[in-house]
């Protein structure tokens, strides 16, 4: 079983920061990408950015510049600094984790995902 606990969210005036950190733990073998994705109301899930296990970055158009995803694999951790936050940035963030463990002799792959943080910018 793989948990994914996500912190850091808030409320947060236009033009502040705020630092999101995912932390993921159980029967884990391998971390490969790692992400975070918004969810706005009465929109769709979105990718927010992604990091692969070696550290390659993919960062959402609407974000660049202002959001930085990192990650520390010895502390099995992804985070998202998120600066000269706008009201349109308000929404559930979700941190996910693509994972390989190993159960019963077995190698699997699974896509895992955070409960969510909600994050709210005032205007």
């Known amino acids: 079983q793989v948990q994914l606990v996500e912190s850091g969210g808030g409320l947060v005036e236009a033009g502040g920061s705020l630092r999101l950190s995912c932390a993921s733990s159980g029967s884990i073998f391998r971390i490969n990408a790692m992400g975070w994705y918004r969810q706005a109301p009465g929109k769709q899930r979105e990718l927010v950015a992604t990091?692969?296990?070696?550290?390659?970055?993919n960062t959402a158009d609407s974000v660049k510049g202002r959001f930085t995803i990192s990650r520390d694999n010895a502390k099995r951790t992804v985070y998202l600094q998120m600066n000269s936050l706008k009201p349109e940035d308000t929404a559930v963030y979700y941190c996910?984790?693509?994972?390989?463990?190993?159960?019963?002799?077995?190698?699997?792959?699974?896509?895992?995902w955070g409960q969510g943080t909600q994050v709210t910018v005032s205007s």
């Open positions: 996910n984790a693509d994972v390989t463990y190993i159960s019963g002799g077995y190698i699997y792959t699974d896509d895992y």
């Open positions: 990091v692969t296990s070696g550290g390659n970055t």
